[in-house]
């Protein structure tokens, strides 16, 4: 039994426990009025995420989906961060899960010859927005986005991380 999650590409198996996850931290731990229905990307995320420059991974603990990172491909080659969830169990130093998941998108966008990764988050979400600002990630305005960024209705705080 590992001491930290395994970050591996999302396959469909493990689809329900992705939804799961992401549902009960959006709506359980920050009461964001978002639905299933709301996040039909949920229910494609082969389709929606791992095309292009693309991709979806999750963190796995014994067997149990406890994180997930997503890039989506914006064109230019930019991506747009979507979808970093941890389970609050996971969360700080002695998992590391955040890290793991960041670090393998972070690879991935260096492999794949990405420029510039953007996100949108909520600004309820303050631990995340430390995360962020901590891996190098610049605090930008939502008119620094790109045109082909998929703003969400619940995102208010917008990052950019570049690759020189």
Same mark, same amino acid.
């Given at each position: 039994?590992?001491?930290? +999650?395994?970050?591996?590409?999302?396959? %469909?198996?493990?689809?329900?426990?992705? @939804?799961?996850?992401?549902?009960?931290?959006?709506?359980?731990?920050? %009461?964001?009025?978002?639905?299933?229905?709301?996040? +039909?990307?949920?229910y494609t995320?082969?389709?929606?995420?791992?095309t292009g420059?693309? &991709?979806?991974?999750?963190?796995v !603990?014994?067997?149990?989906v406890?994180?997930?990172?997503?890039?989506?491909?914006?064109? %230019? %080659?930019?991506?747009?961060?979507?979808?970093?969830? @941890?389970?609050?169990?996971?969360?700080?130093?002695?998992?590391?899960?955040?890290?793991?998941?960041? &670090?393998?998108?972070?690879?991935?966008?260096?492999?794949?010859?990405?420029?510039? @990764?953007?996100?949108?988050?909520?600004?309820?979400?303050l631990a995340?927005?430390?995360?962020?600002?901590?891996?190098?990630f610049?605090?930008?305005?939502? &008119?620094?986005?790109?045109? &082909?960024? +998929?703003?969400?209705?619940?995102?208010?705080?917008?990052?950019? !991380?570049?690759?020189?």
């Open positions: 039994m590992s001491n930290s +999650p395994i970050v591996k590409q999302y396959t %469909n198996e493990y689809q329900a426990e992705v @939804v799961n996850l992401i549902l009960h931290i959006q709506q359980k731990e920050y %009461n964001i009025p978002i639905t299933k229905r709301d996040q +039909p990307d949920l995320i082969e389709d929606f995420y791992q420059k693309g &991709n979806f991974w999750i963190a !603990y014994n067997n149990k406890v994180g997930t990172i997503s890039l989506l491909d914006i064109g %230019n %080659n930019q991506v747009a961060l979507r979808k970093m969830f @941890v389970d609050q169990e996971f969360r700080g130093a002695m998992f590391k899960t955040a890290s793991l998941l960041l &670090n393998k998108a972070i690879k991935w966008v260096e492999e794949k010859s990405i420029k510039t @990764v953007y996100l949108g988050t909520t600004p309820q979400f995340a927005h430390r995360f962020y600002e901590k891996n190098g610049t605090s930008i305005g939502v &008119n620094e986005l790109p045109e &082909n960024f +998929p703003l969400l209705q619940v995102d208010r705080k917008f990052y950019q !991380y570049s690759l020189s």
